[in-house]
């Protein structure tokens, strides 16, 4: 018994951040996240990269990109999170079938990660030698910040 207490008070706090994490969210990915051309990025720091036309028209398709691969799985993870939080209702809920969700639910999150992490090089490729110093040393000092870093 007391390991199924365990597990349930696990599967109850893992629910709970994820719940925290998504709050007011409905299927979409975090507010600012994919801005017009911008993938998360302020205009302040695409502004500093002095960018070429033919790199903004890049970037904006590689946006386009990064948007229609994670907008599916931002739906799917609300999915798991209304089936977590209904389990989690249950008058007896099932720790292993609500472990199993989260479990679900951290591979959708590994997925937009990666999305997340192939814009990045792609974007990075666009750039040239200067651009990408420039922009590593703004991503330092924070002007070039991913924005979902900071809206949790």
């Known amino acids: 018994m007391k390991r199924s207490t365990g597990s349930f008070a ?23 996240l994919l801005e017009q051309g911008k993938g998360g990025l302020s205009s302040a720091c695409l502004d500093a990269l002095g960018l070429s036309d033919a ?3 890049a970037i904006s398709q590689l946006h386009s990109d990064l948007g229609a ?21 249950a008058a007896t809920p099932d720790p292993t ?5 989260v479990i679900s639910d951290h591979a959708i999150g590994e997925q937009i990660r990666t999305e997340h992490q192939r814009f990045q090089t792609r974007f990075e490729a666009v750039l040239s ?5 420039n922009f590593k040393a703004l991503h330092e000092n924070g002007v070039c910040a991913e924005r979902a870093k900071h809206s949790h």
């Open 10 to 32: 696990l599967a109850f706090l893992l629910a709970g951040v994820l719940g925290a994490q998504t709050s007011g969210r409905r299927g979409g990915p975090p507010p600012g």
């Open 55 to 57: 790199q903004k028209t």
């Open 69 to 89: 691969a994670v907008q599916p799985l931002f739906v799917e993870r609300r999915g798991f999170h209304d089936q977590i939080d209904a389990a989690l209702q």
């Open 97 to 101: 079938a609500i472990g199993r969700l």
């Open 129 to 133: 030698p200067d651009q990408l110093t």
